[in-house]
């Protein structure tokens, strides 16, 4: 499966929300206001958030009361460059460009959000790219989550560092970054435990993971990356604040977009907090994270085509 597939896949669900309120335009057909109430509540169901969804109806409805008229595939035009405004600067990219090495990239969210899987594909990704990578293996707390991710390390032969269940994870932390400094390797990935992020004492942790780093390196975490589930919808944008207050983020993975993901909450979480987004779960798979492609995104759930041929 290509790429483009991979994203029209994982982003099935809104794309055929949107579908359906475009489906009885066929190209060339006007529509009306009463149209345009079903794509407001369309763009909503996806949850794109009020603001967004207002602005894109206003940029329609203002190109509506101008030519008098609009045809379909006009409106769907008219979303996409808005939405492409609105995204403008979210594709992260990830690289090598820090005279420290090596760099670290730190996972962080809530339970079952992916971050385990997501940190050894990761790996693999950056791996196949000619990087050495490292694995240090921080969440200490779930009873299966080291021997999860020593899986994923044979499985895909990356190097993990672990230490015990229920070790202090900033310790475990500390030597991952020792032993990666020892051996030169390009990057430190550090999978953390999963924490809810109304919990004060979880926060604190991480908080303290940081410090502990700093001591041997001040700029650690070079790259603090939220993972956030993407079939939660509007509620990834409430878990990227308080992460973001209590952590710093700056940096974004959304993973599970399997086909259940609507997809607006990714322009909810950049417009709000502008955190570039690096790369989407797409599948199961190692080479299933892909990187964060604004065009691709816009193609799988607003295609051009989305209008009927059919007259």
């Given at each position: 499966m290509g790429i483009f597939e991979k994203f029209k896949s994982g982003f099935r669900k809104g794309s055929t929300v949107l579908q359906s309120a475009f489906s009885h335009f066929s190209v060339g057909g006007k529509i009306s206001q009463e149209d345009l109430l079903e794509i407001e509540e369309a763009f909503y169901l996806c949850d794109f958030g009020p603001d967004t969804t207002e602005e894109v109806l206003q940029a329609i409805n203002t190109a509506f009361r101008a030519e008098k008229e609009l045809k379909g595939e006009e409106v769907v035009k008219i979303a996409r460059v808005v939405l492409s405004?609105?995204?403008?600067?979210?594709?992260?990219?990830?690289n090598h460009e820090s005279t420290a090495s090596p760099q670290i990239v730190c996972l962080v969210g809530v339970n079952g959000s992916g971050k385990t899987t997501t940190c050894a594909k990761l790996g693999h990704r950056l791996k196949e790219s000619g990087s050495s990578v490292l694995?240090?293996?921080c969440d200490t707390f779930r009873a299966a989550a080291t021997e999860q991710l020593k899986d994923w390390g044979t499985r895909l032969n990356l190097e993990v560092i672990s230490g015990h269940h229920g070790s202090d994870a900033a310790a475990?932390?500390?030597d991952a970054y020792s032993s990666a400094l020892a051996k030169e390797c390009t990057y430190l990935l550090l999978d953390t435990a999963g924490r809810l992020h109304v919990k004060e004492n979880l926060m604190d942790e991480l908080a303290k993971l940081k410090r502990v780093l700093q001591?041997?390196?001040?700029?650690?975490?070079?790259?603090?990356?939220?993972?956030?589930?993407?079939?939660t919808g509007t509620n990834g944008l409430a878990q990227a604040k308080v992460f973001h207050q209590k952590f710093g983020l700056n940096g974004l993975v959304v993973t599970k977009l399997d086909g259940t993901s609507k997809g607006g909450a990714l322009v909810s979480i950049y417009r709000e907090l502008g955190i570039p987004i690096y790369y989407l779960g797409l599948g199961e798979q190692p080479n299933d994270l892909q990187a964060f492609s604004v065009e691709a995104y816009l193609d799988s759930l607003l295609p051009t085509s989305m209008v009927s041929t059919s007259a």
């Open positions: 405004r609105i995204l403008e600067g979210s594709e992260g990219v990830l694995i240090g293996a475990v932390a500390f001591k041997r390196e001040p700029e650690a975490p070079h790259q603090s990356w939220l993972v956030v589930d993407g079939s």
